[in-house]
């Protein structure tokens, strides 16, 4: 299963269990200022010739997405491809037109998405597999991919917001719209779909951001909660049959889990980067620099990847940077783009490879680590 999530970015993946953490060691590389020229708007078959950036990254495309919009929701698929979401035409926050484009490993196509006046921009994307590709929009649509044709697969026609999605397979797909959505909406809550109906869940579950699954019965989450002004967030966990709430980590906003439970807590420059014990307690890890990490992927080897931004820049240009902790302990901290639309990692399936996406002006900029 792999997610992507935007407006608030918290992610969370399945991975494997790791040995515990010794030294920690970094390493950091700048991005490229003008290693390749913009494509022009619609040219999609454009690309760059592969450039070396350092720690094992090389960028891959550097063009604008289609419209004058921007992408910043990123899948990555087997061999390599991947399906990028975003918006255009946005004229206030949450009210831009979806977009879609996808990568064959070489080249952008534009994916066309039906009309649907629900949707929104895409607010997070997942995928079992590559013919099992999902899309929820932010004010209230479900989108799959059908063959090579994307439909709708359900319409929420109340106000109210979408924040996550979990894709387990074709006939078990989570949608979420915890209860502090935003821009002041309300979220649409938790839904299930089982291959034939959509069912709502109530009660504890109801609440959650966002979330995804080392498997059917081992669902982790971020819940939200909203009372007058005060808002709260906690871990939740479903295991086949009930939602429970998980104690032990104070205001988190993302988590990484399955045999091994990470998370990061809090909002502040200190990283609160959390480790869950095979005792069940949680260990704190640090993260150098200042930075606000976000949990992004498994690197299928034992480590973990994050995405951050760097705080020394809170009063200049920000610095996007993929972060990777290996299963050994060693940090690797690449900056690949600046600027305050973030950055987007996605692990090939069945590889230790990951994708990135972020924004460089206008254009959409493509990363590669590894061998697809």
């Given amino acids: 299963m792999r997610s992507s999530t935007r407006h608030g970015r918290v992610r969370l993946v399945a991975i494997a269990a790791a040995p515990a953490l010794v030294a920690i060691s970094i390493v950091l590389a700048g991005w490229p200022s003008a290693q390749a020229s ?32 921007n992408l910043d929701i990123l899948v990555a698929l087997p061999h390599g491809s991947a399906w990028a979401f975003g918006e255009y035409g946005e004229v206030a926050p949450y009210t831009g037109h979806p977009i879609a484009e996808y990568w064959n490993g070489s080249a952008w196509s534009v994916g066309t998405l039906p009309a649907d006046p629900h949707c929104g921009p895409i607010a997070a994307a997942g995928a079992s597999s590559a013919s099992n590709v999902w899309a929820v929009g932010i004010n209230g649509c ?16 109340t106000v109210g917001q979408f924040t996550g999605i979990t894709v387990l397979s074709p006939a078990n797909v989570w949608v979420f719209g915890g209860t502090a959505a935003p821009a002041g909406k309300p979220g649409f809550g938790t839904w299930h779909y089982n291959g034939k109906t959509w069912q709502q869940v109530t009660g504890l579950g109801g609440d ?50 399955a045999k091994q439970v990470w998370a990061v807590a ?33 690197d299928d080897d034992g480590g973990i990847w994050l995405t951050s931004w760097d705080h020394e ?26 600027g305050a639309a973030g950055l987007e990692l996605s692990r090939i399936p069945g590889t230790t490879s990951m994708l990135a996406l972020g924004q460089s002006g206008t254009d959409a900029v493509l990363y590669g680590n590894g061998k697809a």
Avoid at 213 to 225: K, N, P, Q, R, T
Avoid at 313 to 334: D, E, P, R, Y
Wanted: hydrophobic share 45%.
């Fill in 38 to 69: 913009s494509a022009s708007p619609g040219a999609r078959a454009a690309r760059v010739r592969p450039a070396a950036i350092g720690n094992g990254w090389k960028l891959l495309a550097k063009q604008a997405p289609a419209h004058g919009g």
């Fill in 142 to 157: 479900v989108l799959r991919l059908v063959g090579s044709t994307w439909k709708v697969a359900k319409d929420w026609t």
């Fill in 208 to 257: 959650v951001q966002t979330a995804s699954a080392a498997s059917a019965s081992d669902i982790w989450a971020v819940g939200v909660v909203t009372v007058g002004t005060s808002t709260s967030t906690f871990l939740e966990h479903y295991n086949g049959s009930t939602w429970q709430r998980v104690s032990g980590v104070s205001r988190p906003i993302s988590v990484l889990a």
């Fill in 266 to 298: 809090g909002a502040t420059a200190s990283g609160e980067l959390e480790r869950m014990t095979s005792a069940g307690h949680w260990t704190a890890v640090a993260v150098p620099g200042k930075v606000f990490p976000t949990l992004a992927a498994t």
């Fill in 313 to 338: 820049t809170l009063s200049g240009t920000v610095t996007n940077l993929a972060m990777h902790l290996s299963s050994a302990g060693k940090w690797t901290i690449t900056a690949l783009t600046s």
